[in-house]
Every structure is written in C-alpha cells, then in structure tokens.
C-alpha cells in the first residue's frame, strides 16, 4: 500500500528502480481489469442499500428460492440478499474476484456469463447488475439467463443508459486508457463513442428490447434511474444530499431518460 502511495504522490527518486517497474505494471494491470470488467462494489453504502430495496420488491416470494448473481463480483450483493432465506449463488469470471467472494460466501462459481455451467430451470432469480456491458456477447448472457430461469422466474437487470450524459468507464486515447467521468462521450454518434469507449457497452430501450428479442419473456418493469452519489454527498455533505433528492425525484417524471441505469424487471413466460 505504501508503494502504490508513491506513486500517487510522485515520488519515484525514493523507490528502486526495479519496484517502480513492478507497480507500473500492477497498476496498469488493475487499470485494465477495471476498463474491461468494471469495478464491483466494495462498500456498502446508501446506493447499494437502494438497489437491494428494489430488488427485493420486484422478486417478491422469489426471495427465499434459489438466486443466481451473474456477475458478483466480490460478492456484496450475495452477501446481502443471503439473509432473506434464500440459496444464493454468485457467478463470477474475473478468478480473483471470485476467489475474494468465496471467503464469505460459500456459493460462488468462476465462470463466463454466456456459457452458464448450470442445469436449464433452475432459479428462481436472476440478479445481473451492471455486467452485460462488458461480456464478449451480450445477447448470448441474457440468452442464457432466461434459459436457466425457472417459468415464472425474474431476471432484475441493471445495465448503463445511453441517455446518461456522463460515461462512467473511462475512454481509450491515442491507446491509452483514461480513468474515471467523461462528460457527453455517450452522445456522440454510436461509432465515434464506441472507438472512445470499446470496453464498455451502453444501452437504449431499443438496444435492450433487441436482446431479448424472440425470448420467452415479459417484461415487469422497465425504467431509468439516478445513482445515489456517495461519493458526492461525503464530500459536499446537505448539498449533494440535496442534488440526490432532486435526481431521484426525476425519476417519475420523462427527464428519467437522463438517469444513470436501467432498471428492468423480466419475467420467464
């Protein structure tokens, strides 16, 4: 950890040569891990609280059947939807990520999202929360997600609005990976975006009714949502509060288009 705050601060001239090298290289490394893969949920905060909720209500008796998170990540949601009585497996590709989540939650399987190892009719819910941005195919994970439900199942999807004037993954210029918000990179026209952003996917209503085109599905719920802005509101306090309040509250309004994530509920016909 010391290491990785030299480099934060510049200061190189006190590091060996060699272990400059070595964290350069680590660093790029999770730099790149984090454009192709996103980067899961370490903490639990008000805005993972708020999707729990809505999660929750949408899966109603589902709840305490058997749950497949396709994508955990480190396993946060797993561990927060384990106490409602449910059998919670998480799935993960990322071998590290997996390994971290195992630690707490017994279930975990590492594997890739369009070729689930898991037997067709299976759960009763389906959680893919900000994944299918970044799989190799987007329409064979969701393909294989409505397989494994059981009839009457519920895929919750969470997924990047293209309507969202901030792109949240960072771009690539001139080959290299700049981390963090750009403004408006979503607006562009689709083939200019996608050679700024190719690592990450983002979504319109059109974009993801074609995904589940000719699937055995009906959809429960299809809306737009604000973040919750943590971060925001550690930092400026009532203000981001404030802003928070008045984000959430477009949320019923048509100015929803311009929220952060899609919010579908899908159910197996």
Known sequence: ?????FIVQGHFSTMDKNLQDIIHTMNSRNLDKAALRGEPSYVWRAGQQRRLDMIVKFAGERIKGKILENGCGVGMYVEHLSPFGGTVIGLEYDFDRAREAKVNS???LNAAGEFLPLLSGTFDLILSHEVIEHVQDDRAAIQEMIRVLKPS??????CPNRGYPVETHGIYWKGK???GNKLFVNYLPRKLRDKLAPHVRVYSKRDLLKLFEGLPVKFIEQTVIFGAYDNIIARFGVLGKFLRALLQFLEKTPLRILGISHFWVVEKE
């Open 177 to 179: 990976y700049y981390f």
């Open 106 to 108: 017994p279930h975990i």
């Open 153 to 158: 199942g519920r895929l919750i999807l969470f």
């Open 1 to 5: 950890m010391r290491a990785s705050k």
